[in-house]
């Protein structure tokens, strides 16, 4: 199985793993706020299924040449998920599971030639149509976990932490000026270079699950341990994402 064929699959298993903990809240807890500051869980369901849209957006313009954004606007983006928000539980299930069966059809759509197109993401960030599927699993992934609905960090899968680790390390803060010069090494002996080039390195240790928590932005990097040229032996400030 080809690695976009595997990133179908692990995007088709974590929307249920999802769906099935989504579906046991009512439309109370759907209306509760999540781990993201200012978001009820209805904000994030909403967000994820927009977000399913927007990528199955970028997958039909690899496939036919037509470019189709990702959102209308920024604006567009925003007031759509505030408008679903507020929906029972019963519509924003319905409404991941449609969104989810979108994506999934236009993924499998894509020609095996056609996955090194390069399309445009939001904010200018571009990237191959192959990899349009790992960036559906991020979403799901790091979103169930700020639903608060007992899914956290220690439940991700490890091959997923280990990529997205990479991933960080690798894209996200690589070559960033206002990243420091970062070593990120895991308790497994995994290690990653990331941050500026230049400049003194501080090393930040811990578990896989730290490192990523810290790294996204879902926990405070306490477990960690920082030697180097941070500050105090304090953890530097990473941008968000």
Do not use: C
């Amino acid at each position: 199985m080809s690695d976009f064929a595997s990133d179908i699959a692990a995007v088709r298993a974590a929307t249920d793993r999802l769906l099935a903990g989504a579906g046991a809240l009512d439309d109370a807890g759907a209306a509760a706020p999540s781990l993201l500051p200012g978001w009820t869980r209805g904000h994030v369901f909403a967000h994820i299924a927009r977000n399913a849209d927007a990528i199955t957006n970028l997958l039909t313009w690899a496939r036919t040449d037509v470019k189709t954004p990702m959102y209308a606007s920024p604006e567009a983006r925003d007031a759509d998920i505030e408008r679903d928000s507020a929906r029972p539980l019963a519509a924003h299930l319905d409404d991941l599971r449609a969104s989810a069966d979108r994506f999934d059809a236009a993924a499998e759509a894509l020609p095996e030639e056609r996955r090194e197109y390069v399309v445009e993401m939001r904010n200018g960030v571009t990237d191959q149509a192959a990899r349009l599927p790992y960036r559906r699993l991020v979403e799901v992934e790091l979103h169930h976990v700020d639903l608060g609905i007992g899914y956290g960090l220690d439940d991700l899968p490890a091959a997923f932490v280990t990529r997205e680790i990479a991933f960080m390390a690798g894209v996200k803060l690589a070559g960033r000026a206002e990243v420091p010069a970062l070593r990120l090494t895991a308790s497994d002996g995994s290690s990653w270079r990331t941050g500026r080039e230049d400049g003194d390195v501080t090393t930040v240790t811990g578990s896989p699950t730290d490192l990523l928590g810290w790294l996204v932005g879902r926990a405070d990097g306490a477990g960690l341990e920082v030697r180097g040229a941070s500050s105090g032996a304090l953890l530097p400030a990473l941008p968000p994402l």
